[in-house]
């Protein structure tokens, strides 16, 4: 009898900020886990719990202010007694997502107890212990799902020993073992099982939104062309997910992807979510060539941050071939020895203005990250970001500004606990809450509301300096055109101008927390 796997992503977890500007994403990892599973000759049904409902707010029993996204939990116990499954897989898409997943597993263990439940995704690989201590969930799987999804099933159907498959937690006696990881996945002939997934939801749920992460206005789908990355920034944790090893699916392969979404679904604008695009300018250079031969009428955005020091003239030439509509590159600090010292990210921003300034001679919308108050930032260093956003706000960057957030398993983390920046290890409605009114890390030189000052003034200074500069330039970036083009709905409307406000800092919701908010200790001298 052929086993049955019930894939789930969970009710999306919002706040008042939140809720005015998420978009509802394709999930890609357990899309490919399900074609993974399918390939193996199992019988799959994926159930994207958030799309399904996702213009529908619910009570959150995680905290009183915020809202669950997704369908009611009627309808999820219906379709675990429909469909019967003889396992159920939870993805937890992010740590302040974790509630939600936790919510699955123990309704899951309420309807149907005896169906083993498995969770993978960005906490439990960051944080695999917390997850294996849940009573309601019975295995957790670290890192990349694919090939520990089908060694478990194998397990499960008595052809494996749990011993052997690959990046498992598991119970045993009352003692939790911990297996070996398991082999990269290799990206070759694999695509995810999009026809499971709810595609029409995403599109129903990106029209009413302009973000990096929708086709404004039209169809639109995520696309991965690679995982891994061999560089140690101290914030990040793709390294827990993906690994180290930086691995990329053939040109061909992509492309062929692209079509088939194409000719499906009507799909023209593609996201590509690589956390390292450029590792191989050559098969960058290659998938955009192969997209400008055979997708002439498609459009794609670069949303996650390459690196500032790999866009060569060739690659931004095959770029604008391949109507390249934005590209993000990943700066995330201004001061040259703190990027090296402290964040290693391994970039010199001697090169960086070049870079940029390439890239807006061929008409592209360029965007920068950039990251405020990662421990130890000081005015000077906090100044020089500042200068750097400015600087290339003259050729017409616009910025991104995040403030730091410590997420369990990077090394960013540590340090702030190690040195009392952060009081105590956190939760999840700490990133949830919490940071609704200010940010997470109490710097030692830096206040919060410094630093949210900081971010509001940088984000209004550069976006007038690249008005100012580039007024032909400033209206080329989708969101800042389809926002002031679309005003045929007041409530769409409504929504953008929030999400703006939101990203200046100036949500309803902000404002009340900080004014209700204890005020911080002052600014020190900075050292």
Same mark, same amino acid.
């Given at each position: 009898?052929?086993?049955?796997?019930?894939?789930?992503?969970?009710?999306?977890?919002?706040?008042?900020?939140?809720?005015?500007?998420?978009?509802?994403?394709?999930?890609?990892?357990?899309?490919?886990?399900? @074609?993974?599973?399918?390939?193996?000759?199992?019988?799959?049904?994926?159930?994207?719990?958030?799309?399904?409902?996702?213009?529908?707010? +619910?009570?959150?029993?995680?905290?009183?202010?915020?809202?669950?996204?997704?369908?009611?939990?009627?309808?999820?116990?219906?379709?675990?007694?429909?469909?019967?499954?003889?396992?159920?897989?939870?993805?937890?898409?992010?740590?302040?997502?974790?509630?939600?997943?936790?919510?699955?597993?123990?309704?899951?263990?309420?309807?149907?107890?005896?169906?083993?439940?498995?969770?993978?995704?960005?906490?439990?690989?960051?944080? /695999?212990?917390?997850?294996?201590?849940?009573? @309601?969930?019975?295995?957790?799987?670290?890192?990349?799902?694919?090939?520990?999804?089908?060694?478990?099933?194998?397990?499960?159907?008595?052809?494996?020993?749990?011993?052997?498959?690959?990046?498992? =937690?598991? $119970?045993?006696?009352? #003692?939790?073992?911990?297996?070996?990881?398991?082999?990269?996945?290799?990206?070759?002939?694999?695509?995810?099982?999009?026809? =499971?997934?709810?595609?029409?939801?995403?599109?129903?749920? @990106?029209?009413?939104?302009?973000?990096?992460?929708?086709?404004?206005?039209?169809?639109?789908?995520?696309?991965?062309?690679?995982?891994?990355?061999?560089?140690?920034?101290?914030?990040?944790?793709?390294?827990?997910?993906?690994?180290?090893?930086?691995?990329?699916?053939?040109?061909?392969?992509?492309?062929?992807?692209?079509?088939?979404?194409?000719?499906?679904?009507?799909?023209?604008? !593609?996201?590509?979510?690589?956390?390292? !695009?450029?590792?191989?300018? #050559?098969?960058?250079?290659?998938?955009?060539?192969?997209?400008?031969?055979?997708?002439?009428?498609?459009?794609?955005?670069?949303?996650?941050?390459?690196?500032?020091?790999?866009?060569?003239?060739?690659?931004?030439?095959?770029?604008?071939?391949?109507?390249?509509?934005?590209?993000?590159?990943?700066?995330?600090?201004?001061?040259?020895?703190?990027?090296?010292?402290?964040? $290693?990210?391994? =970039?010199?921003?001697?090169?960086?203005?070049?870079?940029?300034?390439?890239?807006?001679?061929?008409?592209? /919308?360029?965007?920068?990250?950039?990251?405020?108050?990662?421990?130890?930032?000081?005015?000077?260093?906090?100044?020089?970001?500042?200068?750097?956003?400015?600087?290339?706000?003259?050729?017409?960057?616009?910025?991104?500004?995040?403030?730091?957030?410590?997420? /369990?398993?990077?090394?960013?983390?540590?340090?702030?606990?190690?040195?009392?920046?952060? @009081?105590?290890? =956190?939760?999840?409605?700490?990133?949830?809450?919490?940071?609704?009114?200010?940010?997470?890390?109490?710097?030692?030189?830096?206040?919060?509301?410094?630093?949210?000052?900081?971010?509001?003034?940088?984000?209004?200074?550069?976006?007038?300096?690249?008005?100012?500069?580039?007024?032909?330039?400033?209206?080329?970036?989708?969101?800042?055109?389809?926002? +002031?083009?679309?005003?045929?709905?007041?409530?769409?409307? #409504?929504?953008?101008?929030?999400?703006?406000?939101?990203?200046?800092?100036?949500?309803?919701?902000?404002?009340?927390?900080?004014?209700?908010?204890?005020?911080? $200790?002052?600014?020190?001298?900075?050292?």
């Amino acid at each position: 009898m052929t086993q049955k796997v019930l894939l789930i992503r969970p009710w999306m977890i919002v706040s008042p900020r939140m809720s005015a500007y998420f978009t509802v994403i394709p999930p890609l990892g357990i899309g490919y886990v399900a @074609a993974a599973l399918e390939q193996a000759g199992r019988e799959v049904r994926l159930l994207d719990i958030a799309a399904e409902g996702w213009s529908t707010l +619910l009570p959150s029993s995680v905290h009183p202010d915020l809202s669950d996204e997704g369908m009611p939990e009627e309808a999820v116990v219906e379709i675990f007694n429909d469909f019967r499954p003889d396992l159920i897989g939870i993805s937890n898409s992010s740590t302040p997502q974790f509630p939600s997943a936790l919510r699955v597993a123990r309704l899951a263990k309420r309807v149907l107890p005896k169906v083993p439940v498995v969770m993978g995704g960005v906490h439990p690989s960051s944080v /695999p212990q917390e997850a294996i201590s849940e009573e @309601a969930v019975d295995f957790v799987v670290r890192g990349e799902g694919e090939i520990p999804a089908v060694e478990l099933c194998e397990a499960l159907g008595g052809t494996r020993p749990l011993s052997e498959v690959g990046s498992l =937690l598991w $119970k045993a006696n009352g #003692k939790v073992c911990s297996n070996p990881l398991a082999r990269a996945f290799e990206l070759t002939s694999l695509v995810p099982a999009y026809h =499971l997934l709810p595609m029409e939801r995403y599109f129903e749920a @990106a029209a009413l939104d302009t973000t990096v992460r929708g086709g404004h206005g039209r169809r639109w789908a995520p696309i991965l062309t690679s995982r891994g990355c061999p560089y140690r920034c101290n914030f990040c944790s793709v390294h827990l997910l993906e690994g180290r090893k930086w691995r990329g699916r053939p040109p061909q392969h992509i492309v062929a992807e692209m079509e088939q979404l194409h000719e499906n679904y009507g799909i023209s604008v !593609f996201t590509i979510e690589d956390s390292n !695009f450029t590792f191989d300018i #050559k098969r960058a250079v290659q998938i955009c060539e192969l997209i400008a031969q055979r997708l002439p009428e498609a459009t794609f955005s670069l949303p996650n941050g390459i690196r500032a020091d790999r866009i060569p003239q060739e690659l931004v030439d095959a770029l604008a071939r391949a109507n390249c509509s934005e590209v993000t590159v990943a700066i995330e600090h201004g001061d040259q020895e703190f990027l090296d010292s402290v964040i $290693k990210k391994r =970039l010199k921003l001697k090169g960086v203005v070049e870079s940029v300034r390439r890239v807006r001679r061929k008409g592209i /919308p360029v965007s920068g990250f950039f990251i405020l108050g990662i421990p130890p930032e000081t005015k000077q260093t906090l100044w020089a970001t500042w200068k750097m956003a400015l600087k290339l706000a003259k050729i017409g960057m616009l910025p991104q500004l995040n403030i730091a957030m410590p997420m /369990p398993g990077t090394e960013m983390y540590e340090h702030a606990l190690t040195n009392g920046f952060i @009081a105590h290890p =956190l939760q999840a409605t700490d990133y949830l809450v919490i940071a609704e009114m200010r940010p997470l890390i109490d710097g030692p030189t830096l206040s919060g509301h410094s630093l949210l000052r900081a971010k509001t003034g940088i984000y209004l200074t550069a976006l007038i300096t690249a008005f100012v500069f580039n007024p032909k330039y400033f209206f080329t970036f989708p969101f800042i055109r389809s926002t +002031l083009r679309d005003f045929s709905s007041f409530r769409t409307f #409504k929504r953008r101008l929030r999400k703006i406000l939101g990203l200046l800092g100036f949500s309803r919701a902000s404002l009340e927390r900080r004014a209700e908010a204890t005020p911080e $200790k002052s600014d020190k001298a900075a050292t």
